[in-house]
């Protein structure tokens, strides 16, 4: 019995929860801040819930290019965005199809299909994601943020926003909040720390590469959050504010982890071959299958979300059994 690996697979584990636990708290806390500062809430959604949604995701791929570790990197960022997708997405669209409103989405879609094919193909021709790609990221994850802040106003003057009320203001609940922003950080950042050792130590031990391990247990576990979300409404019967969180959930981690990595590593993050032609283009299919019918039907369908989990399901045996 290999009890190094064990070892391994019970701290990723601790670490995955440390993640979603330290997520869930500080997203809170970060929130009532933002609230509490006299932001309105829908502001604050739009902004610092989206960023602080990424967390997870950005932290275990920043520590991964700090260390040398690209593949996971890397990884980690369209591997997400592939479960976001065609796993947590389609399962929400097969319990409760959504009918959209296609000019509140357009845009949205529009820059995360942009942003995917901009990837697909920085990947495949130049084999590196460096400082052009990078700053066009940032770009569209600007523009993304301009589109939250505009369409939260819009909601605002139609009177839709909520006040913070005096019991929300109290010391024990300010005391509250404190602890669970601090505890909320500290889980985020010990648990990526785990999420990256023991993904790397399973990888040595197991024989297996560590772009494997990133895009299939690590992206999957630094997703659970909008899995959590996706349930919730599903419970709710709102199968549009699942739709929303993931479409936003997935900008985010494609526009602002890879160029933050690219910065932190001091170079250009160098692109696997297997990388560019297995996991950017399962990202773009996945997107472009769960997104472009809706952009024409006004809805996400049952038949969507089946493709997409059989999508998602032939992507996972392809990338566990091409390991070159």
């Known amino acids: 019995m290999n009890w190094e690996l064990i070892t ?25 801040m933002a609230e509490v500062s006299g932001v309105p809430k829908l502001i604050v959604g739009a902004t610092v819930v989206s960023i602080a949604t990424t967390l997870p995701e950005l932290l275990v791929s920043s520590m991964a290019a700090w260390e040398g570790s690209v593949d996971m990197a890397i990884g980690n960022a369209i591997g997400s965005v592939t ?18 409103k296609r000019s509140e989405y357009l845009l949205r879609v529009c820059l995360l299909l942009g942003a995917s ?5 920085v990947g495949s021709v130049w084999g590196e994601v460096g400082l052009i790609a990078s700053i066009l990221l940032i770009i569209i994850f600007i523009v993304a943020m301009y589109d939250n802040v505009h369409q939260a106003l819009i909601a605002m003057r139609s009177g839709k926003e909520e006040k913070l009320g005096p019991e929300q203001k109290t010391k024990k609940i300010i005391i509250i909040n404190i602890v669970k922003f601090v505890l909320g950080a500290v889980g985020i950042v010990i ?15 197991a024989g297996v590469p560590e772009r494997v391990i990133s895009v299939t247990i690590i992206a999957i576990g630094t997703s ?9 409404a599903v419970v709710k019967k709102q199968g549009s504010l699942s739709v929303g969180n993931i479409i936003g959930a997935n900008i985010m981690d494609l526009t602002l982890i890879m160029p933050i990595c690219c910065l932190i590593s001091g170079s250009s993050l160098p692109v696997h071959e297997t990388v560019a032609r297995i996991d950017f283009p399962a990202c773009l299919i996945c997107g472009c299958v769960a997104m472009l019918p809706t952009m024409f039907t006004k809805k996400f369908t049952r038949w969507q979300g089946i493709l997409l989990l059989v999508i998602y399901a032939a ?10």
């Open 315 to 324: 992507y996972l045996v392809i990338t566990s059994t091409v390991v070159a």
């Open 117 to 121: 094919t901009l990837i697909v193909v």
């Open 83 to 100: 479960a976001n997708t065609g796993l947590i997405l389609a399962i929400g669209i097969i319990c409760i199809p959504a009918i959209i």
């Open 224 to 232: 659970l959050p909008e899995l959590v979300t996706t349930i919730t």
């Open 8 to 32: 391994a697979i019970l701290l990723l584990i601790v670490g995955l929860v440390l993640i979603i636990k330290g997520g869930d708290f500080f997203v809170d806390a970060a929130t009532w």
């Open 191 to 205: 648990g990526a720390r785990l999420l990256v050792d023991n993904g790397t130590t399973i990888a040595q031990i």
